[in-house]
């Protein structure tokens, strides 16, 4: 006689320690073999692009703020990029190097977010705090410039909505100073820790053919080994004047793609992160930043596609211009939903713990799968 | 009979009485310690607000439990529902019954002390699996599965660790234990043992195998990181103890730091001296003979607290293992090992 075993459902619901947002996930699992993993979406939905049909151009940029709100500067990049794009409109030197050191601000600070929450996923507290600590450096940094600490309405079509204020910069050199040994002690406490390698060594490999059918973009790919990066292969605003490297992933510890080279991938792009703003810095030309700011925003009947390169992987908008004051359709393409479309692949036969480590090393934020 | 029955109340109450007095507070002691050395070492304060330095926040946590809702969902089994803390509480609690807090102050003297504790600890395995079925959770029965599994197959090592001690030692009585290791530091059983000889320093690189395999195994035991998959807050919430709130919840919770004591005085008594002191006694050089007896409860208590402090330390370092590596750890290194120990020891105490 056989004892009769059955595949369990398991609702990871939205509400749940460890899925980063209102995310449901439902599990198929064997015992404790992940067989099926559903993703249901949805939870955040705010209908940014129809509301995108009824505001003006310059008036939708607090909106894109919100939709990865983990990297808000880079959402406003995005978007502006576009318009300026559409408008045919070139900016101030200083804006350009003062998009640029933001963004790239941003991209530590929403870094050490993922690093912070993919260590609790895996059951270690204690970098949480640290990577926490130092983004609220960065965070007041910003606070400073823009009023707020989280959703920064910074960049406007054709300019900054804010300019720097004084001792600004010296306060991003000493930031620097104070982080470079920081990182160091988290590589120490977490990077190279035996259990944590057991945990994410060789899990939730995804092979580099089939991240590129996925669409997969940003850390995630490279990870997989694929070297592509919009800021070197499409390079937008002044990245090409900033020597800097791109992180691939190399299996150090595992199989290449697996979930230590998407953390791993993350760590170093901090670091080379750190690189790009001391090179900023130290060329910021004097200007006003809200020169080329154009009065009125109706741009002649046409599209543009503009992306950039978001912590989480490729943010793409496809505007739509009908000739009028509020655009015509306004398309988002979300580096989160892409990235969250494999996770079924590389969840199969994998453990339930193991699905918590792959999710937090996809490093999706709702706000902008939902939009 | 009547006085029987008098005689058996009154040396329950004495030998029962003391230990509570050290327990329940303790419990008060090692959350609000958990919470303010895990603040320390994430760079932040810890509890500041409730009395000073945050010193009346475990008080204010008991308050709140007690006056708690009790809420029971509908499809619980309600008898199996109740019966699970109480079972915890009970296994974690009995315990200390045999451990000797000092040479004047022991529980109860019985000459099965090691066997009774590793025995009576077991019961907390039922209690989880009963906990984490009765719920009726999926997420509850998962974290009952594996903290089934996992307290099972760690007690093999400890009690094999435990063993050997038994071999060196000769008796399982923890307050014998204790006495042999007296006078001088290196007395204590993790240098070999009080007899002097070529056998002592042959067993000290086992003797430290032992404590490292009995330390490790201890940690699974009582749930901690980087074991505490039972209770993985990230991917099952909170596993066994999901659905309980209120009392229920806090007996879950005050047994969890009672285990931890527990598992650190039986490693103080089989390795470190018990409550012998590493030096001297004042009440030896002072010639005041109850001296000593107080003197010995509080080393004990120092040596107890510090287990726990690594314990704790270790929570908040490591990260967790995943179930499958959790049970090759058991099964595929630390039993074998500690076998092997366990035979090695056994042949070089036969020298």
Redesign the interface.
């Known amino acids: 006689m056989s004892l009769k075993t059955e595949e369990?459902v398991?609702?990871m619901g939205p509400q749940?320690?460890?899925t980063h947002g209102v995310l449901r996930l439902e599990l198929l699992v064997d015992g404790?073999i992940v067989k099926n993993v559903i993703p249901h979406l949805g939870y955040l939905h705010r209908c940014f692009e129809k509301h995108t049909e009824a505001l003006q151009y310059f008036q939708i940029v607090p909106y894109t703020d919100r939709l990865d709100y983990l990297a808000s500067m880079g959402n406003n990049f995005g978007y502006v990029l576009t318009i300026e794009k559409l408008l045919k409109i070139e900016v101030p030197e200083r804006v350009e190097y003062i998009r640029v050191i933001t963004a790239e601000l941003q991209r530590i600070a929403s870094h050490l977010v993922a690093i912070g929450t993919f260590?609790?996923?895996?059951?270690?507290?204690?970098p949480f705090?640290?990577c926490f600590?130092d983004r609220e450096i960065i965070l007041n940094l910003f606070e400073e410039i823009t009023g707020a600490r989280f959703l920064y309405n910074f960049m406007a079509v054709g300019g900054l909505n804010y300019d720097l204020s004084n001792g600004w910069v010296d306060k991003v050199k000493d930031f620097i100073k104070y982080f470079r040994p920081k990182l160091k002690e988290l590589n120490d406490?977490?990077s190279f820790?035996k259990?944590?390698i057991?945990?994410t060594a060789s899990v939730g490999i995804l092979p580099a053919d089939m991240a590129i059918n996925y669409g997969v973009s940003g850390p995630m790919l490279r990870a997989s080994g694929v070297k592509y990066d919009i800021r070197k292969n499409d390079p937008y605003s002044i990245y090409n004047r900033f020597d800097f490297d791109i992180p691939v992933g190399q299996g150090l510890q595992g199989t290449v793609g697996d979930t230590w080279d998407r953390y791993w991938v993350r760590v170093l792009e901090i670091e080379e992160s750190l690189k790009i703003v001391e090179q900023a810095i130290e060329q910021i030309p004097e200007g006003d930043v809200k020169a080329a700011i154009p009065k009125k925003i109706k741009p002649p009947v046409g599209t543009a596609y503009g992306r950039v390169e978001n912590p989480r992987g490729e943010l793409g908008f496809f505007v739509v211009s009908d000739g009028g004051n509020n655009p015509f359709r306004v398309k988002v393409r979300p580096p989160s939903f892409c990235n969250l479309s494999v996770i079924n692949e590389i969840c199969k036969n994998n453990?339930?713990?193991?699905v918590?480590a792959i999710l937090g090393s996809t490093d999706i934020v709702l706000g902008e799968v939902d939009r | 009979m009547n006085n029987l029955v008098q005689e058996i109340i009154v040396n329950l109450l004495l030998a029962a009485a003391p230990l509570f007095l050290w327990i329940l507070p303790y419990a008060l002691l090692a959350v609000y310690l958990e919470r303010k050395i895990?603040g320390f070492?994430?760079?932040?304060l810890g509890p500041m607000r409730v009395g000073k330095w945050g010193l009346l926040q475990s008080l204010a946590d008991i308050v709140k439990l007690l006056q708690k809702e009790d809420i029971m969902a509908d499809a619980v089994d309600k008898k199996l529902f109740n019966l699970a803390p109480l079972l915890v509480f009970i296994g974690s609690y009995a315990a200390f019954a045999t451990i000797p807090f000092s040479s004047i102050y022991i529980g109860s003297n019985i000459d099965l002390g090691v066997f009774f504790v590793t025995a009576i600890s077991a019961l907390v395995v039922a209690g989880l699996l009963l906990g984490a079925w009765a719920s009726n959770n999926?997420?509850s029965l998962?974290g009952g599965m594996r903290t089934a599994a996992q307290i099972v197959s760690y007690e093999i090592p400890t009690a094999i660790v435990i063993l050997s001690v038994v071999i060196i030692a000769g008796t399982f009585n923890l307050k014998e234990m204790s006495e042999q290791q007296t006078a001088n530091i290196f007395n204590w059983y993790i240098f070999g043992g009080p007899e002097l000889g070529l056998k002592k320093f042959i067993l000290i690189p086992f003797m430290l195998v032992g404590t490292v395999i009995y330390f490790i195994s201890s940690l699974a035991e009582v749930n901690r990181?980087?074991f505490?998959?039972p209770e993985?807050?990230?991917?099952?919430?909170g596993g066994y103890h999901t659905e309980y709130s209120g009392m229920k919840f806090a007996f879950f919770f005050l047994a969890e730091y009672a285990n931890m004591f527990a598992v650190s005085a039986i490693i103080t008594i089989l390795f470190f001296g018990g409550y012998q002191s590493p030096f001297g006694y004042l009440g030896n050089l002072l010639n005041i003979k109850w001296l000593v007896g107080v003197e010995q409860i509080f080393w004990f208590l120092f040596k107890g607290l510090l287990f726990v402090f690594v314990q704790m330390w270790l929570?908040?370092?490591?990260?967790?293992?995943?179930?499958?590596?959790l049970m090759v750890t058991c099964w595929k290194y630390l039993i074998p090992i500690s076998l092997v120990n366990l035979i090695i020891i056994a042949f070089i105490s036969l020298l």
């Open positions: 369990l398991l609702n749940h320690p460890s404790e260590g609790i996923d895996v059951g270690a507290f204690t705090l640290f600590r406490l977490l820790n259990i944590f057991e945990r453990l339930v713990s193991d918590v | 895990s070492m994430q760079d932040r999926k997420y998962y990181t980087p505490d998959i993985a807050e990230s991917e099952i919430i929570r908040w370092t490591l990260p967790r293992l995943r179930i499958d590596q």
